[in-house]
């Protein structure tokens, strides 16, 4: 089977600009995961889809963050405006269902580098 | 949520057999322990999750003592290819959602 697929692999942009991440999941998973990794520091949580719903929003910085997962399949991440801070390593997961039974599926990540 | 200490980095050699350990004192009742592997440049990779005592695949076996405030990642006879980050998470089935916390993992360099 296919594994959860990023686009693109890195983005380099400016302050100010916005970005789209997209992730593909692994098909007939329901839940998708967003992460991120700020250089230096824990891998975070950001947010939970279940299908197109979001079960799960709590770890999402501010509202220049918007995830959205239409007819629940793939699912994009768009910062916009950028920020410096914003800079680090964007993984998305999957898996089949809510339960710690069913592991994590990854993606290789977007690095995002704002300058 | 139970946070977890590991150990920065680890060195082995091939055909070692290498034990992580994880602290987790403040784990709770309903909480799990899982490990991810992680490659540079690649999302974390599931490896193994236990409640208590032993679980063992193909991969790697991971020991729990009764309290459950710690626990060890056993790798058997590591290779080359074994060099990566190892994240001892703890976290359990949260409403419907589930809950983990990463902390930044060990990073285990295995020589020839």
């Known amino acids: 089977e296919a594994g959860v697929t990023q686009f693109p692999s890195h983005s380099v942009i400016e302050k100010g600009q916005t970005v789209t991440l997209r992730c593909d999941p692994i098909?007939?998973?329901?839940?998708l995961y967003w992460y991120r990794r700020v250089m230096g520091k824990e891998i975070k949580f950001l947010l939970h889809f279940v299908k197109e719903s979001k079960q799960d929003e709590s770890g999402m910085p501010n509202n220049r963050f918007l995830a959205e997962r239409t007819g629940g399949t793939y699912s994009t991440l768009k910062v916009q405006p950028a920020e410096l801070e914003d800079s680090g390593v964007y993984f998305c997961?999957?898996?089949?269902?809510?339960?710690?039974?069913?592991?994590?599926?990854f993606g290789n990540g977007t690095r995002l580098t704002v300058t | 949520l139970a946070k977890t200490t590991q150990p920065i980095s680890m060195d082995s050699y091939e055909g070692q057999e290498v034990n992580i350990t994880c602290s987790h004192n403040n784990i709770a009742t309903n909480d799990y322990i899982t490990w991810y592997q992680q490659f540079p440049s690649q999302g974390p990779r599931f490896i193994i999750q236990g409640y208590k005592t032993k679980v063992t695949n193909e991969v790697a076996s991971l020991f729990i003592p009764a309290d459950r405030k710690s626990s060890t990642l056993s790798l058997p006879r590591v290779s080359l290819s074994d060099t990566a980050v190892y994240y001892c998470?703890?976290?359990?089935?949260?409403?419907?959602?589930?809950?983990?916390?990463w902390g930044l993992g060990t990073s285990l360099a295995v020589n020839p």
């Open positions: 998470l703890v976290g359990s089935n949260a409403g419907n959602n589930r809950k983990l916390i």
């Open positions: 997961a999957s898996s089949q269902d809510w339960g710690l039974e069913s592991p994590l599926h």
């Open positions: 098909s007939g998973h329901d839940n």
